[in-house]
């Protein structure tokens, strides 16, 4: 009963480093996205994934790629970290419909120095 | 534009009280409306939701009654427990909105023994 899983748990990088957070779901959704996390800010969503082979920005896409390597997967790219860039970073995965709710992962928590 | 409003927190409870958590909304269309939780540490978990007017959404005491005259969708609970203490958000989703979720800032509930 995995749902949602996302990897690593934290990390922490240097400026100018780059890494991938891994998203995983195991409950055959079309939709999937990535949100990110800061105090006082709510959710802001970064890209999402309507359907497999199809990936759109969100409200703060700038900094980041994705990929939507099959229907389960969709992972999130850092190219260059930058301290604005720290953050708790959410995946979620849903049904396209009004009525779905979003499953959430529990989150990676991610310091850029 | 779509949006959401939660009242702001954090809101600070005794043990056994009263809760409300106001949402109000702004929509063109029809949306599904939806409260989720996040406790300290979590993903962010649904906790109750809506499709229609008049529908009333409970879960685990906690209840939400759509209104579309009010657009609103208010989150009651008779008598909370210090374990409620998390942040709760207010969300909505439609087909007008391309189904991406219009959230809430979230309101951080503090609930003291």
């Known amino acids: 009963n995995a749902g949602v899983t996302q990897t690593p748990k934290f990390q922490v990088l240097k400026t100018g480093q780059s890494m991938t957070l891994q998203c995983a779901q195991d409950?055959?959704?079309?939709?999937m996205y990535w949100y990110r996390q800061d105090p006082g800010m709510g959710l802001r969503l970064i890209y999402y994934?309507?359907?497999?082979?199809?990936?759109d920005k969100g409200e703060v896409p700038n900094g980041y790629n994705v990929s939507r390597l099959n229907k389960r997967e969709f992972s999130l790219r850092l190219e260059s970290a930058a301290p604005s860039q720290t953050s708790v970073y959410f995946c979620?995965?849903?049904?396209?419909?009004?009525?779905?709710?979003?499953?959430f992962g529990n989150g990676t928590r991610l310091t850029v120095t | 534009g779509n949006s959401v409003t939660q009242m702001e927190g954090p809101v600070t409870l005794s043990e056994e009280a009263f809760l409300t958590i106001n949402c109000t909304y702004t929509?063109?269309?029809?949306?599904?409306l939806f409260w989720y939780v996040q406790y300290p540490g979590e993903g962010l978990q649904l906790l109750l939701k809506?499709?229609?007017a008049d529908d009333k959404g409970s879960n685990k005491g906690f209840e939400a009654t759509y209104r579309k005259e009010t657009t609103s969708f208010h989150l009651e609970k008779g008598s909370v427990q210090v374990s409620d203490s998390a942040v709760y958000f207010c969300?909505?989703?439609?087909?007008?909105?391309?189904?991406?979720?219009?959230w809430g800032a979230g309101t951080k509930l503090i609930i003291k023994p």
């Open positions: 409950m055959n959704h079309n939709s």
């Open positions: 994934s309507a359907s497999e082979g199809t990936t």
């Open positions: 979620a995965s849903s049904n396209r419909d009004s009525n779905s709710p979003l499953h």
């Open positions: 969300a909505l989703r439609f087909e007008d909105s391309n189904y991406q979720l219009i």
């Open positions: 929509a063109t269309g029809y949306p599904s």
């Open positions: 809506a499709t229609k």
